[in-house]
Each structure stands twice: as C-alpha cells, then as structure tokens.
C-alpha cells in the first residue's frame, strides 16, 4: 500500500491551498483516512480525518472552520481543503490510513496503519 500526498507549496497568508492524497495497492472504503502535520523542532500534529463512509469528521483544534477534509473512495483519494492559512499553518503535511482508528482513535498517529511521504506547505506572512 502506498500513499501519497500532493499539493504542497508557498503561499501567501490568508490564501488557501488544497492537499491531495492518492492511495495506491488498496481499496480505502474501510480505512479512516487522516492528515498530520509536523513544523520543524514540534511534534506530529492531527489536523483531520475522516471516516471511511464519509459519515464522520474530525478536525484539530487550530484548524477547526478553516480546513475541511473530504474523500472520493472511487479515486482512492483524500484531500484537504485549508483556507485562511497563516504562518502557524507552516509544515510538513502527511496523509495516513487507518484501520482501526475511529475505534482507537483518530487523533494519535499511532493508530494509522499506512503513511504518505508528507508534503510541505509554507506559509509566507
């Protein structure tokens, strides 16, 4: 199973930018697919994810009414929507699938079972 995670780059504050994440090897229908985040010198970070009906949301605190994650199974793909970035958003963003993580839970990386390579997202101010 292989993800990966597109969509990085430099933007400005207040802008936006959408992330996307494509899985490969594996149908994604019954994997929680989620988004961390890791700023150099901080600890990996939940930003979002999403249960694998679509039926359920999770979000960060610090993210909460400006990201939104959404997924299309028939694509295996998961994306994130960020608006209204800011310079705190700066990092390293990973996409994971999981399993067992809505039981486990959805905010602790370790219960996600895949990982993509990370994409940077720099916000200039």
């Known amino acids: 199973v292989q993800l990966q995670a597109f969509g990085g780059g430099l933007v400005q504050a207040g802008n936006s930018l959408e992330l996307s994440c494509l899985v490969s090897g594996r149908t994604i229908n019954n994997y929680v697919m989620g988004w961390f985040r890791q700023a150099p010198g901080k600890e990996r970070e939940f930003v979002a994810a999403m249960s694998g009906s679509g039926d359920s949301t999770y979000y960060g605190d610090s993210v909460k009414g400006r990201f939104t994650i959404s997924r299309d199974n028939a694509k295996s793909t998961a994306y994130l929507q960020m608006n209204s970035l800011n310079a705190e958003d700066t990092a390293v963003y990973y996409c994971?699938?999981?399993?067992?993580?809505?039981?486990?839970?959805?905010?602790?990386?370790?219960?996600?079972?895949?990982w993509g390579q990370g994409t940077l997202v720099t916000v200039s101010s």
């Open positions: 994971a699938a999981g399993f067992s993580a809505l039981v486990l839970g959805t905010k602790y990386p370790r219960n996600y079972d895949y």
